[in-house]
């Protein structure tokens, strides 16, 4: 519970009447938390635009430019590049990155869903 208050900002776990609902639950809430991002970053990317003369963003890239399209990845590729990662991690990380290749095979698919969905 700790973990939930702290890490997602949940007070207390969402009330349900089965597994099916709480896991709804969560997905919403995540789901929003993800709006949330995409939306402060494109009003950012706005933001720092509008304050360039260059018609550029800090990068130097053109502002017209947006990430409106991605290319989906397969499992293969997925696991692959979650292999190739190495195995660091600090007190912040939820779950050390060795755990975290270890439960990889009962993870990968929701990983995967979250990935193309995002």
């Known amino acids: 519970h700790h973990l ?3 890490e997602f900002g949940f007070k207390q776990l969402p009330s349900s009447t089965n597994d099916m609902d709480l896991a709804d639950s969560f997905k919403s809430h ?3 938390k993800v709006n949330k ?3 402060d ?3 950012n ?3 720092i635009c509008n304050d360039q003369s260059t018609g550029a963003d800090l990068g130097g890239n053109p502002c017209a430019k947006n990430f409106s399209t991605f290319s989906v990845i397969s499992i293969e ?3 692959s590049i979650a292999k ?3 195995n660091k991690s600090c007190d912040l990380d939820i779950m050390p990155m060795w755990l975290f290749k270890e439960c990889l095979p009962e993870l ?3 990983i995967h869903y979250i990935v193309n969905e995002s």
Do not use: A, G, M, V
């Open 30 to 32: 995540f789901k929003d």
């Open 45 to 47: 990317h706005t933001k």
């Open 77 to 79: 590729q997925l696991l």
């Open 41 to 43: 970053i494109k009003k």
């Open 108 to 110: 990968i698919d929701i």
């Open 4 to 6: 939930l208050d702290k």
């Open 84 to 86: 190739e990662l190495p």
């Open 37 to 39: 991002i995409y939306c």
